[in-house]
C-alpha cells in the first residue's frame, strides 16, 4: 500500500516552493493518512478572505484562531452536528455557549450541569455576622419589611431571580448570613427564657410574706 492515497474533487492547489500544480477535480478530498502542515492550516471566508480561520502553534502552545477584517471576522467559532445544530459556540468577545447560539456570559449552558464539585470565589464570607459589632436587625423590623416586601431584608424579588436567574456565590452568602443571624435569634431567646425560669424559680421558693 501506498504511504498515503487521496482522491480530490474541486480546486486543488500545491505550493512548494517553486513547484505549483493546479487541477480542476471534484468537491472532496480523501486521505489515507494524514496532512500536515509545518506552520498554519488556514480556512478563508468564501464571502471575504480577509476573515480567516486557522489552526497554527505559538509558543508551544496550538491554537485555533477565527478573526481577520470585515465579514464573518467576528462571528465567531461554532462546533456543530448535524444538519447545522451548534454543540458549542464561543464569541469573539470571549463568551462560550453550550447548547445555545448567543451566550450573554464567560460561559452560557442552555441544560443541566453535573459535576462533583463546584467551587465558588467569596471574598465576604459571612462570619462577620458573629463580630462584637454587627447590628442584628430587630425581630419587629424583619416582620415588618417580610410583611411590606414578601421576602427577607437582603433578598431580591422573586420575579427578579426569575428574569435574571440566581447568582450563586452571592445567594450562598445571603443565606449563610442569615442562618447565622437566626442562630443569635435563637441564643438571644434562650438567655431570656433561661434568665424568666430563673426568675419563676425564684418566685416559688421565695416566702410568702404573712
Not at 455557549?97 to 449552558?109: A, K, Q
Amino acid at each position: 500500500m501506498k504511504p498515503f492515497q487521496f482522491l480530490l474533487t474541486g480546486l486543488l492547489s500545491l505550493c512548494l516552493e517553486p513547484l505549483y500544480a493546479q487541477e480542476k477535480i471534484n468537491e472532496s478530498l480523501i486521505v489515507e493518512g494524514y496532512i500536515m502542515s509545518s506552520s498554519t492550516l488556514r480556512v478563508q471566508n468564501p464571502n471575504n478572505n480577509k476573515a480567516s480561520a486557522s489552526l497554527n502553534w505559538l509558543d508551544d502552545t496550538a491554537r485555533i484562531r477565527v478573526g481577520g477584517n470585515g465579514t464573518g471576522a467576528t462571528g465567531g467559532l461554532d462546533i456543530q452536528t448535524t444538519g447545522n445544530r451548534s454543540l458549542m459556540r464561543l464569541l469573539h468577545n470571549g463568551n462560550v455557549g453550550i447548547g445555545t447560539d448567543n451566550p450573554d456570559s464567560r460561559l452560557t449552558v442552555n441544560g443541566p450541569i453535573r459535576a462533583r464539585e463546584l467551587k465558588l470565589e467569596i471574598a465576604n464570607w459571612p462570619d462577620y455576622v458573629f463580630a462584637p459589632e454587627y447590628s442584628l436587625t430587630p425581630l419587629p423590623a424583619v416582620k415588618r419589611h417580610i410583611q411590606s416586601h414578601g421576602r427577607l431584608p437582603g433578598f431580591q424579588a422573586a420575579s427578579h431571580y426569575q428574569e435574571n436567574g440566581i447568582p450563586l456565590a452571592e445567594t450562598t452568602r445571603l443565606l449563610l448570613e442569615k442562618v447565622e443571624e437566626l442562630t443569635l435569634y435563637l441564643i438571644s431567646c434562650e438567655e431570656k427564657i433561661t434568665e424568666l425560669e430563673k426568675k419563676i424559680a425564684q418566685t416559688k421558693t421565695a416566702p410568702i410574706a404573712e
